[in-house]
């Protein structure tokens, strides 16, 4: 089976679980586990907000709801935060660039490229997830959200700026 899209899972928990997970060709998907086991699953939304899952031979029914960057997922009436990254986020998240986990104020540019917009304006509340700049690179256009809720405390591009990989772009701080 030809392989379609790799997407690599990370359920937060106290051992933090990351899973591989590819699509297969015929809608199914490949799923390595962190201990190295492959599993074959057979997934399908029945209904908004419902997913019914098969695999190794369990049928399983979960809720999921999902909210900026996550998916939050009940399975066998325990809680799981999922987030889902492509191969380009992985590679971002793994150098430090643009994640959801990073701990400092700071968003920096993940790329190379010409500054749009910046929609970001100093003062204003942000949520994660909000876009906050625009940056075009190899003629398209990405869209740079806030790495976390907070107040804008500096604003340090403009529209028509050049900026390299590891530019500051915007300083994100706790509200008050």
Same mark, same amino acid.
């Given at each position: 089976?030809?392989?379609?899209?790799?997407?690599?899972?990370?359920?937060?928990?106290?051992?933090?679980?990351?899973?591989?997970? #590819?699509?297969?060709?015929?809608?199914?998907?490949?799923?390595?586990?962190?201990?190295?086991?492959?599993?074959?699953?057979?997934?399908?939304? &029945?209904?908004?907000?419902?997913? /019914?899952?098969?695999?190794?031979?369990?049928?399983?029914?979960?809720?999921?709801?999902? @909210?900026? !960057?996550?998916?939050?997922?009940?399975?066998?009436?325990?809680?799981?935060?999922?987030?889902?990254?492509? #191969?380009?986020?992985?590679?971002?998240?793994?150098?430090?660039?643009?994640?959801?986990?990073?701990?400092? &104020?700071?968003?920096?540019?993940?790329?190379?490229?010409?500054?749009? =917009?910046? !929609?970001?304006?100093?003062?204003? =509340?942000?949520?994660?997830?909000?876009?906050?700049?625009?940056?075009?690179?190899?003629?398209?256009?990405? @869209?740079?959200?806030? /790495?976390?809720?907070?107040?804008?405390?500096?604003? /340090?591009?403009? #529209?028509?700026?050049?900026? #390299?990989?590891?530019?500051?772009?915007?300083?994100?701080? @706790?509200? &008050?």
């Amino acid at each position: 089976m030809k392989s379609k899209s790799n997407y690599y899972v990370s359920c937060e928990s106290e051992d933090a679980r990351h899973y591989q997970v #590819e699509t297969l060709a015929d809608g199914r998907y490949r799923v390595l586990t962190p201990g190295g086991e492959e599993l074959l699953v057979d997934a399908f939304a &029945p209904g908004a907000g419902q997913l /019914h899952i098969v695999c190794a031979g369990q049928s399983l029914d979960a809720e999921v709801r999902a @909210d900026n !960057t996550d998916f939050h997922v009940q399975l066998r009436g325990e809680r799981h935060v999922i987030e889902v990254l492509n #191969e380009r986020q992985k590679r971002m998240a793994a150098a430090g660039i643009g994640g959801k986990k990073v701990a400092g &104020p700071d968003l920096v540019s993940p790329m190379a490229g010409k500054i749009v =917009a910046v !929609t970001a304006q100093l003062g204003a =509340a942000v949520i994660q997830g909000q876009t906050v700049v625009i940056v075009e690179a190899m003629k398209m256009e990405n @869209d740079l959200k806030a /790495h976390r809720d907070g107040i804008v405390a500096a604003v /340090h591009v403009q #529209e028509g700026q050049l900026v #390299e990989i590891g530019h500051v772009l915007v300083t994100i701080e @706790d509200a &008050p």
